[in-house]
């Protein structure tokens, strides 16, 4: 199960790295190491004049979502989710997405 939720959240970030990117944010994607005492999971920071955000996402499901604002250092979202295979990322991270947006 856990390679496949790694999958899906790389088709994830494939599917909207272009939008995101068109919103005016920079877009940085690290992997966690295998070796470490962390689960193997995924970084996503963006960064925009306004905001900076980070999606953290384990090769488990679980995730955390996060948007600051640059200018009042305010965490504007912070959302905790676990997900499993069956459900689908654009509806999960929908709020964070329409955030990123405003």
């Known amino acids: 199960m856990y390679i496949a939720m790694l ?11 272009i939008k995101i990117e068109n919103w005016g944010y920079k877009i940085e994607i690290s992997q966690f190491p295998a070796n470490t005492d962390n689960p193997e999971g ?17 090769d488990s499901g679980k995730c955390q979502l996060e948007i600051i604002n640059v200018t009042s250092e305010e965490t ?6 676990q997900l499993n295979q ?7 991270f929908k709020n964070f997405l329409n955030t990123l947006q405003k």
């Open 76 to 81: 504007i979202l912070f959302e905790y989710l």
């Open 86 to 92: 069956n459900e689908n990322l654009s509806k999960a």
């Open 42 to 58: 995924y970084k996503m920071d963006l960064e925009s004049e306004d905001y900076i955000a980070r999606i953290t996402f384990f």
């Open 7 to 17: 999958g899906k959240f790389n088709k994830w970030i494939q599917k909207e790295q």
